[in-house]
């Protein structure tokens, strides 16, 4: 069954009362769309102003005599100034939301050739936003020396999703706008790319505030001002980048420092000072460590984001600035709420969009593409570049995915410009791995030891095997390597390993099932002792 055709349209108090010149005279937009033979209307729902009454009942009239099929429905809408983009866009959308549309028996369009430019452009926004479910029309009078009444129409689809260039236009600077995200670094990990899109979607469609979350060290601060530059980039801020880390905010000079002061506030206020709310207007606010900030400082922050409005301290004068915020912490602000150490209602406001970063140990699978990066920036800060050698490389991606990184990115931004000025003759070889490595172990020495340990499995089997076995694999026989280590004999290892096994009297040879299990690597327990002798 054929849909029926409905399209919406405005009266023109100037074009179709044909007063607007002797092209115009015969050419009536409303009446004409009527005419369209490609186009026949079953419904015409004919929108106009109460002083345009009369004027549309004209219509009425004019429609009937050439397109008696169609049905003409009169709406009077309140809005008495037509320029007045408030009022008019209230007036069409309170149409649009009233009006029962039945997409599945009828076929809409918006006429859009008459009417104000203000009119105009709320039928466009409506029509966008699929308040009206349909395309817009628009006709055009015919060539000045034809006697046509009718003209010409084109019909303008706004759905997106159907032009496929368009789509991969807007594909491709989606792609842009997540790569600018991430540097440029080439990330593998499927979790942290999903992370970037969503961060990409609502940097560029939200002023609303940003919440990272994470580990220390995991991105947080740099992530922060990358979605800023993007923001900028789109157009969307032309105000600065103001960072600082909470924790650094302490007393009178806490608020001071955020909200501003004047002169003599407190102690210490020897001339007044703006602060870096204001200094962020139009711009982005990053507080770091937002948990350390003090719960007075809370309150302040919470009604100036609420208000873009707040009074320095000793004055009694506000002072406004438009900044947008974004916050980092590595703190659970939830249990702080509990704590009695941060605003339930400040979370609440900076909690819509909370994106909390993995550490470098979760990606492992991005260690290659960051160390690459690392590299990179070693070679900016140095003023000459570092390569790494083939087996170098290997010897230090076994170590590093298996690795805890306890401070992350900081971790392996520190470890390679180490590799990177020490590199005799600007190459990074296996001896400058192997003792970057140990220094690192002994770093961490009281970290975390869940991934700790990983060049053991190197040591037994070589980097290019260790390299070769799964995760699960590699985690398992570097925790056997130890017990190992420790061991005075095979027997022994194997009673620490399968202590559980032999308690449910499950377990008849420890030793045996050790050395299997060696085997399978191609390792002997009495040669991975030896070298304790």
């Known amino acids: 069954m054929a849909k029926r055709t409905v399209a919406f349209g405005l009266v023109g108090s100037t074009l179709d009362a044909g007063r607007a010149g002797k092209r115009w005279k015969r050419w009536r937009p409303t009446v004409a769309l009527a005419m369209q033979p490609d186009l026949p209307l079953d419904r015409l729902e004919l929108v106009h102003q109460p002083h345009s009454a009369a004027l549309a009942g004209q219509l009425v009239d004019d429609i009937a005599s050439v397109a008696p099929d169609t049905e003409v429905r009169l709406h009077e809408v309140p809005f008495e100034d037509a320029w007045d983009l408030e009022e008019v866009y209230g007036a069409l959308h309170a149409l649009s939301r009233d009006y029962p549309f039945d997409t599945s028996r009828e076929e809409y369009f918006v006429h859009i050739t008459t009417g104000t430019h203000v009119a105009q452009i709320c ?30 129409h084109r019909v303008i689809d706004l759905d997106l999703s159907r032009y496929d260039e368009l789509a991969r236009r807007f594909a491709q600077e989606a792609r ?24 990409e979607r609502v940097a560029v469609a939200s002023r609303e505030p940003i919440l990272f979350t994470g580990p220390t060290g995991a991105g947080k601060s740099r992530l922060a001002e990358r979605v800023y530059q993007l923001k900028r980039r789109r157009g969307q801020l032309d105000g600065p980048f103001v960072a600082v880390n909470c924790a650094t905010l302490r007393g009178d000079m806490a608020m001071g420092a955020l909200f501003g002061h004047t002169k003599g ?48 301290v000793g004055s009694d004068a506000e002072v406004q600035s438009d900044f947008a915020l ?25 909690d819509l969009w909370t994106f909390e970063l993995p550490g470098l140990a979760d990606r492992p699978e991005d260690l290659e593409p960051n160390l690459d990066f690392e590299l990179d920036r070693a070679a900016e800060r140095l003023g000459r570049r570092a390569s790494i050698n083939r087996e170098a490389r290997k010897r230090f991606l076994a170590f590093g995915r298996t690795a805890p990184w306890p401070a992350n990115f900081r971790d392996l931004e520190a ?3 180490r590799m990177a000025t020490l590199a005799p003759g600007g190459r990074i070889d296996t001896d400058a791995v192997r003792e970057e490595i140990g220094r690192l172990e002994r770093q961490w020495s009281g970290a975390p030891s869940r991934r ?24 398992q026989l570097d925790d056997v390597l130890a017990v190992c280590a420790e061991a005075r004999s095979i027997s022994e290892a194997g009673r620490v390993l399968f202590a559980a096994s032999r308690a449910r009297k499950s377990s008849t ?19 991975l002792t030896s070298s304790r002798e």
Do not use: C, H, W
Request: hydrophobic share 45%; proline share 3%.
């Open 123 to 152: 039928l466009f926004l409506l029509t966008e936003a699929r308040y009206f479910p349909g395309r817009l029309v628009q006709t055009s009078p015919p060539p000045r020396e034809s006697d046509d009444t009718r003209g010409t």
């Open 176 to 199: 842009q706008g997540q790569d600018y995200l991430k540097q440029g670094i080439a990330t593998q990990n499927a979790d942290f790319n999903a992370l970037v899109d969503r961060i």
């Open 265 to 312: 506030a407190f102690t210490g206020a020897a001339s007044a000072r703006p602060g870096l709310l204001r200094a962020a207007d139009r711009g982005v606010l990053f507080l770091d460590e937002i948990g350390e900030l003090g719960v007075d400082e809370q309150a302040m922050l919470l009604r100036a984001l609420e208000l873009k409005r707040f009074f320095p």
């Open 326 to 350: 974004f916050a980092g912490t590595n703190r659970d602000l939830r249990e702080a709420v509990r704590a009695g150490e941060f605003r339930e209602d400040l979370l609440a406001r900076i």
């Open 415 to 417: 470890a390679v410009l």
């Open 452 to 475: 700790r340990g990983g060049d053991r499995v190197v040591a037994a089997l070589g980097a290019e095997a260790a390299d070769a076995l799964d995760r699960f694999d590699r985690v």
């Open 509 to 527: 040879n420890d030793a045996d099932r050790l050395r299997k299990y060696l085997a399978r690597f191609g390792l002997r327990f009495d040669e």
